[in-house]
């Protein structure tokens, strides 16, 4: 049962089983009040027989107050042991619930955390797609991504020669920075789906844009002239068929937007390929 002190009103449980007769005197373990805590249970019985019946075995006043006293010294020490701690307020319950609530949401985060590594080492174009877009703000993650890519068996064996640039003037776009080149296998096995990376910089180093390209694909200059941006970007992003055997060769051709005056570097490498699986 539960029992509250009469003076600071703190609620204790009470093993049920130490509650005899009408009651029992307590002491609060908090104030030290000692009140006595009725008996709920408690039901009236038959008084007991006139003490003349009783005969040498009734007990004088002086013993009852004795009995009493003891009783009462009895069970306020085994209600000292046996009281348990203070009822838990709501406040913990609360704590608890949003416990659990942070708990469960650390738990949806790994899961989508793993989901997406997953994804970057099952499909290779979202990877790189994803470190693509993410290195312009992100130097470090950009170091790595380059560090990554450029000891990787399938991209140490290429090699790009005979880069070239020139402008084409759109009449839609302007000016615009077209870098042509020829990518070699100098490695054992054939390749595909290789991918070049141009990137423009200013004087500061900073990215001032990049574009990506699959080796096989080319555009003449009357198409670069007359084409929109986004028929350019289709032909010259999407994936080649074209296969680069060991010792063979493959054109390559990025277009970069010429609008920006404070363009100061173009730079160009390999940034990904696949092994041809024969």
Not at 34 to 52: G, I, L, M, T
Not at 113 to 140: D, I, N
Not at 147 to 161: E, F, I, M, N, R
């Amino acid at each position: 049962m539960i029992i509250r002190c009469t003076k600071c009103e703190t609620s204790f449980r009470f093993e049920d089983q130490l509650m005899t007769g009408e009651g029992v005197w307590v002491r609060c373990s908090r104030c030290t009040q000692v009140f006595f805590q009725d008996n709920p249970d408690y039901v009236e019985s038959v008084p007991p027989p006139p003490e003349a019946e009783l005969g040498e075995t009734a007990l004088r006043p002086t013993d009852v107050d004795e009995l009493e006293t003891i009783m009462i010294e009895a069970s306020v020490s085994e209600l000292q042991q046996v009281l348990s701690e203070p009822v838990v307020p709501e406040k913990a319950n609360k704590l608890a619930a949003i416990g659990k609530f942070i708990a469960y949401f650390f738990l949806v985060l790994s899961a989508v955390v793993l989901l997406a590594g997953v994804s970057f080492w099952v499909f290779p174009e979202v990877r790189q797609q994803a470190m693509s877009f993410l290195a312009p703000y992100c130097p470090v993650l950009e170091a790595f991504s380059i560090g990554k890519k450029t000891t990787a068996p399938a991209t140490s064996q290429l090699l790009l020669q005979d880069i070239r640039q020139h402008f084409v003037n759109n009449w839609l776009l302007g000016n615009l920075w077209v870098v042509e080149g020829t990518t070699v296998n100098r490695g054992q096995y054939a390749l595909t789906r290789v991918q070049v990376r141009g990137r423009l910089y200013d004087t500061n180093g900073n990215v001032l844009g990049e574009k990506l390209s699959f080796c096989g694909n080319f555009l003449n200059d009357a198409e670069l002239s007359s084409m929109a941006e986004e028929d350019i970007l289709q032909k010259l992003t999407q994936p080649s068929d074209s296969s680069l055997r060991p010792g063979g060769q493959l054109p390559f051709m990025i277009v970069l937007p010429h609008d920006q005056p404070s363009v100061a570097k173009t730079t160009v490498m390999v940034a990904g390929a696949e092994k041809l699986l024969e």
